[in-house]
């Protein structure tokens, strides 16, 4: 049995989490930048304690990276007007009804997630993990200050599949299409 850490900055997410944009087995590069492994992270606004877990993990992200968010600037800036990972669905996807009526944060990592099942057996089946699922997240979250931009990050640890869930993106699982099909050798 794992020994439980308290560490504030990092945060477990609860099981009707959904998973998008999900690069959990093969790191992606956004923007020309250095290929990492990604996922956006839709978490309902009625699962309030994982909301409010991560709020808790911001706030000690900022109190934790205040020297680095400090820069050489005489002053920290308030964590009001610095990048947060925690964004509103509904403002800012208002479009994809994925993010509707949720929240949602972008967590990425240079090393690959541990990737589980309900029951914690490892997945290896890469089709088993896709942009739908519905699952966990072991993120972690931290104060950033490069090239002039100031904020807290979200970092990927781990994930746990729950179950699955529509795919997202447009796409249909190979599964799905030809499941309703007749028999076309008999």
Not at 3 to 10: F, H
Not at 66 to 93: F, H, N
Not at 147 to 161: E, H, R, S, T, W
């Amino acid at each position: 049995m794992s020994k439980k850490e308290n560490n504030p900055l990092k945060v477990i997410t609860g099981p009707d989490t959904r998973w998008s944009y999900c690069n959990a087995w093969e790191p992606k590069a956004i923007q020309g930048g250095k290929p990492k492994y990604s996922v956006s992270l839709i978490i309902p606004k009625s699962d309030k304690k994982t909301i409010a877990k991560i709020k808790a993990a911001i706030d000690a992200a900022y109190r934790e990276g205040e020297s680095k968010l400090k820069g050489s600037g005489r002053s920290v800036p308030p964590l009001s007007q610095i990048k947060t990972p925690l964004r509103d669905g509904d403002a800012e996807r208002p479009d994809d009804e994925a993010y509707a009526g949720a929240y949602f944060v972008n967590a990425n990592s240079d090393l690959a997630p541990g990737i589980v099942d309900a029951d914690r057996q490892t997945i290896i089946d890469h089709s088993e993990v896709y942009s739908g699922v519905y699952g966990r997240a072991s993120i972690n979250f931290y104060a950033f200050n490069s090239n002039g931009n100031k904020g807290i990050a979200c970092g990927l640890n781990n994930l746990q599949k729950i179950r699955d869930g529509e795919p997202l993106g447009g796409r249909s699982r190979a599964e799905d299409d030809f499941a309703d099909e007749e028999d076309f050798l008999s």
